[in-house]
């Protein structure tokens, strides 16, 4: 499918080399949205989370991020947000599939300071299905990469899609399903959410959710 | 089984990785009935493998052509427009590379590690956003990796030294416990017997 | 004499469906071999097979473009062992944190062991051979001059036994680290902005690199050499 008929008409491109990113008004609005959410987080406190307490004391026991641990999820939360923000107007698929390695690390690097078990539990599960990707990801790309001879998405939105590339795009999305947490893998990913710190928490689930609206873009260009 | 008592095994994060694996495997099964073959009109192309060799060019699998400094390489990337000084890293050498290249038939193996030639225009110039993007990954987990370190994992504070050490007490306590009770346990039987007789 | 032909050569056509092949069967070997096995720590380095059945699937196209796509996947696999082993770690030290008593033997086999390393190789030659592989790789930089350059930092750490290492000098290296990505973006962008000084921007984008990688390889060594020497 061309760029046109899926996101609006062609606004401009920046050309780094092979890599040209390009910008019609649906990725510009996904592009702006993270942004400005971005900016938020960068400015923004943690909050507090009050948790019931054990069974023989009285008191409610609450949950602080203290300042140190504060300053590096700040910083990881900010970086997984401009990450996800450049996912979303790359014109490239091996690059795409980098970008979502960063915003899947970057997801674990965020929790990865907290003092729960549980949390720790899953971001470590979550951590083994972002490393078995990376097959997916990147073996699904060069498959199509071998099949159509081109990574540039402006070229592979013209072409048509034979069995090989329907393999590859399959091998892909099942990359981004891991990566990004989407069912029957949710578990792992969902259960990182139960813990302090509110604005930086939520940009895990935020990015996880404008990647795959990118994705469909993305395998809709290259499949149809 | 029913289908809650599957979606309650989904929802602990330890099966989720195994599920996710064996999903996977499945996939990749289906590639050995769907018709692959390489397609000959690719960017980048590189000449047959012993080609060079046998020619006994210096840089020999890498040798793209080109002078350092004057001529450009040659190389057919995607877009060859955004790129205005396309292929004069693909034909430079610094000074010392070009010295070994003039004594050794085999600099072409170790190319890469020197600045110049043809890998780095790839990884620098015409794709150097993919490499950035590679670069920020091995930082971003450095950065997490070594925060965790410093501030946890080795930090001397909350040492496992003390839990061993606990350990080692409470291991002492519960010797020295089994000793109290063996001497009473002698004792009491001398008792006994002392009685029986 | 072709420098590089219009299409791909024959044997590289030929040589594809071997390669793709035996990439999906080294996937399909690992991936069955995590859905079977339990132990966390053994899903953990069998995901290494996963990324090298990448390695094979991405390799099997042959041309150059492929041979420089196979640099960011081994990277991300090795970035993502080294975040989420620590990161095991820190989930067993929590564990151990809040319930000293329970399952503390099946557990601490997991962390580094102290060990003492009593070669006498350690106190003659380390610095000449770590003066050598740096010297080696600032001449070579980019990335396997980095991790050349890093082995050399790694090794005079691993052979000096001074006690204690301040927090603040594995400050200065992560800032090394942060200058070289600055120094390498800085270069990146001026082969765009201004294409004639491509060489300058080569030098910056090189020489970026190799400091980034040796810092960080260095890194390890250094956090290697504070288990050392706890004993």
Same mark, same amino acid.
């Given at each position: ?24 008004? &649906? +990725?510009?609005? *996904? /592009?702006?949205? %993270?942004? #400005? ?5 960068? $400015? !923004? ?48 698929? &091996? +690059?795409?599939? *980098? /970008?979502?390695? %960063?915003? #899947? ?5 965020? $929790? !990865? ?53 329907? /393999? ?11 990566? !990004? ?44 | ?197 | ?231």
């Amino acid at each position: 499918m061309d760029f046109v008929t899926l996101g609006g008409n062609l606004l401009g491109t920046i050309p780094l080399g092979d890599i040209v990113l390009y910008v019609n008004p &649906f +990725n510009l609005f *996904l /592009f702006a949205v %993270l942004l #400005g959410f971005t900016a938020l987080i960068a $400015v !923004s406190k943690p909050e507090t989370q009050v948790e019931a307490a054990k069974f023989n004391t009285l008191d409610n026991a609450q949950v602080k991020v203290d300042e140190k641990e504060f300053r590096q999820r700040r910083f990881l939360s900010v970086i997984c947000g401009i990450a996800s923000a450049g996912a979303m107007i790359t014109g490239d698929l &091996f +690059n795409f599939t *980098l /970008f979502m390695a %960063l915003v #899947g690390i970057l997801n674990i690097g965020i $929790v !990865s300071a907290v003092k729960q078990t549980s949390v720790l539990n899953s971001a470590f599960n979550y951590g083994l299905i972002a490393m078995m990707c990376s097959l997916p990801l990147f073996g699904g790309a060069s498959i199509i990469l071998a099949s159509t001879g081109t990574l540039s998405l402006a070229v592979l939105s013209q072409m048509h899609a034979s069995p090989m590339v329907v /393999f590859g795009a399959i091998l892909m999305l099942i990359g981004i399903l891991g990566e !990004s947490g989407v069912a029957p893998f949710f578990a792992s990913k969902a259960e990182m959410f139960r813990t302090p710190g509110s604005p930086f928490i939520v940009i895990i689930h935020l990015s996880s959710l404008f990647i795959i609206v990118r994705a469909v873009e993305i395998l809709l260009l290259v499949l149809w | 089984m029913r289908i809650g008592v599957l979606w309650n095994k989904l929802a602990d994060p330890k099966n989720i990785p195994r599920l996710f694996a064996f999903s996977l495997g499945i996939i990749l099964i289906i590639g050995f009935i769907v018709p692959m073959a390489l397609n000959p009109d690719q960017i980048y192309v590189r000449p047959d493998p012993q080609e060079q060799i046998d020619e006994g060019l210096a840089l020999a699998p890498y040798d793209r052509g080109g002078e350092p400094l004057k001529e450009a390489g040659f190389i057919n990337p995607q877009y060859p427009e955004n790129a205005a000084s396309l292929g004069m890293i693909t034909g430079y050498m610094s000074p010392l590379a070009e010295w070994i290249s003039s004594i050794s038939p085999y600099f072409g193996t170790s190319i890469y590690s020197s600045p110049g030639g043809l890998v780095d225009e790839i990884l620098y110039y015409t794709r150097g956003f993919d490499t950035i993007l590679e670069s920020s990954i091995l930082m971003m987990s450095f950065i997490i990796a070594s925060w965790l370190s410093i501030n946890y994992t080795m930090n001397r504070k909350n040492d496992a030294d003390e839990i061993k050490k606990d350990m080692k007490k409470a291991v002492n306590d519960s010797v020295h416990v089994a000793r109290e009770v063996k001497a009473n346990d002698a004792k009491a039987r001398s008792k006994q017997l002392r009685r029986d007789n | 004499m072709v420098f590089i032909p219009p299409f791909v050569p024959e044997t590289f056509i030929t040589m594809y469906m071997p390669a793709i092949y035996a990439g999906l069967i080294v996937g399909f070997i690992a991936t069955m071999a995590i859905a079977m096995k339990r132990e966390e720590i053994h899903i953990l380095i069998l995901t290494d097979l996963v990324g090298l059945a990448m390695i094979f699937v991405v390799s099997a196209v042959g041309t150059d473009l492929a041979e420089a796509l196979i640099l960011p996947g081994l990277v991300v696999e090795l970035a993502e062992t080294l975040a989420i082993s620590e990161i095991l770690i820190t989930r067993e030290m929590r564990k151990i944190e809040q319930d000293p008593r329970a399952n503390l033997t099946k557990s601490s086999s997991m962390f580094p062991q102290a060990f003492s390393l009593d070669m006498e190789i350690m106190t003659t030659a380390p610095n000449f051979i770590a003066l050598v592989l740096i010297g080696y790789g600032i001449f070579l930089t980019g990335f396997t001059g980095g991790a050349v350059a890093g082995g050399g930092i790694v090794l005079h750490a691993i052979s000096k036994k001074a006690r204690g290492l301040p927090v603040l000098l594995l400050d200065g290296i992560a800032g090394v680290s942060g200058i070289a990505w600055c120094l390498w973006i800085i270069g990146f962008l001026l082969f765009f902005v201004a294409p004639q000084y491509w060489v300058l921007s080569l030098f910056l984008a090189a020489c970026g690199l190799l400091l980034k990688v040796a810092s960080k390889v260095g890194l390890i060594g250094l956090l290697m050499r504070e288990d050392i020497d706890k004993e």
